[in-house]
């Protein structure tokens, strides 16, 4: 095996691949088991085109919204239905693509994947087993620096899911409604508001370019808050990945028959 060091540099020469007696290869493991796992379960739910609405209590998954395909149920189609009905085209084909790309040019997901599915590192401290490193300045990844502009996206459809989770409350009767399926989608979206402000490019967007923040005291308050939701944001990308998937399961089994709804009132 090659040497972990530059001898130009006058280093030792080190024959192992790390010196770390430490469990390091297993946070990539967990990673790649954890992500490979979450993108199995959302492709064959973006594409199974069922069991995503429940018309009793205005429940609409996440995955399907906003729901624009022709084949949609037509209380579920909040902003109408254009796309044509195909299998290959999921329902919510229109926002996926960039929720996708948010998450793909993340930060955090970057050194996630890196590691986990391409040993780019594997680990800090342990070598790569690639031979040449370009970092980011080359196609596909060049694309990672388009991640400030798929954060406006991810804000207008976090807009989206958080009124899909209010007409929630409204039942089909037309009163209001309160139940288990309410709980679990409001929460979801708050979390996923937390883990869309608490990017690094929101973070830019509100305290960059500024010489002097005694000037613009209201964005650096807000700055503040965002920097300090910011140093949460691995464990949001992950908490909202879990939300997203139960909230989806969840109303998946209530629209399927599977279970019912714990209603609180009505």
């Known amino acids: 095996m090659s040497s972990t060091t530059d001898a130009s540099a006058g280093r030792a020469q080190i024959s192992e691949r790390t010196l770390r007696t430490d469990r390091w290869w297993l946070p990539p493991l967990a990673n790649f088991i954890g992500l490979t796992l979450w993108v199995a379960y959302a492709t064959v739910r973006a594409f199974m085109q069922e069991w995503y609405y429940v018309e009793q209590y205005n429940y609409l998954t996440p995955f399907y919204s906003p729901c624009v395909s022709t084949g949609c149920i037509e209380e579920a189609a909040h902003f109408g239905r254009f796309l044509p009905d195909v299998w290959w085209l999921p329902y919510a084909a229109l926002t996926l693509p960039f929720l996708l790309l948010f998450r793909l040019t993340c930060y955090y997901y970057r050194k996630a994947y890196y590691r986990a599915f391409w040993l780019s590192p594997p680990a800090c401290a342990v070598a790569e087993p690639h031979q040449r490193y370009t970092g980011e300045t080359r196609f596909p990844l060049l694309g990672q620096n388009l991640h400030r502009y798929f954060f406006y ?45 608490s990017c690094h490019s929101c973070r830019s967007i509100i305290g ?59």
């Open 208 to 266: 960059g370019r500024l010489n002097h923040f005694s000037k613009h005291p209201v964005r650096y308050k807000l700055w503040l808050q965002v920097s300090k939701l910011n140093t949460k944001h691995m464990q949001l990308a992950w908490t909202t990945l879990a939300t997203l998937a139960i909230t989806d399961f969840y109303i998946m089994a209530v629209a399927a028959g599977w279970i019912s709804d714990l209603r609180i009132v009505g």
């Open 153 to 197: 996206a991810a804000a207008i459809i976090s807009v989206i899911n958080t009124w899909d989770a209010i007409l929630a409350f409204r039942t089909a009767e037309g009163g209001f409604g309160l139940g288990l399926g309410n709980l679990i989608l409001l929460a979801n979206v708050i979390l996923l508001w937390a883990y869309t402000i």
